[in-house]
């Protein structure tokens, strides 16, 4: 009998099933726990469908951003004159 009868098959289903809910529990716990400690968001994202962004980067992108245009409006200037 192939893989030692009826019996050797089931066992290994039956161990190979509870492999596979147990990876998949300890998959999602990680995930879930990853997602709290980085504080990024990328889980919550796909639950929610919103990113979580820290302040400090928000900030850091809004002051970027308006340096960028300050630098742009002052180019402009100059080439008009």
Same mark, same amino acid.
């Given at each position: 009998p192939?893989?030692?009868? *009826? ?8 161990f190979?099933? &509870?492999? =596979?809910i147990?990876?998949?529990? /300890? ?6 726990y990853?997602?709290?400690? *980085? ?10 469908? &919103?990113? =979580?962004?820290p302040?400090?980067? /928000?900030e850091?992108f809004?002051?970027e ?17």
């Amino acid at each position: 009998p192939l893989l030692g009868g *009826d019996m050797m098959v089931r066992q290994i289903h039956h161990f190979l099933m &509870w492999f =596979f809910i147990l990876v998949a529990i /300890v998959h999602v716990y990680l995930v879930i726990y990853h997602d709290y400690i *980085d504080s990024e968001g990328i889980t919550s994202s796909m639950i929610g469908g &919103w990113k =979580f962004i820290p302040e400090k980067e /928000v900030e850091r992108f809004e002051a970027e951003e308006s340096k960028g245009k300050k630098a742009v409006l002052e180019d402009l200037d100059r080439l008009k004159s």
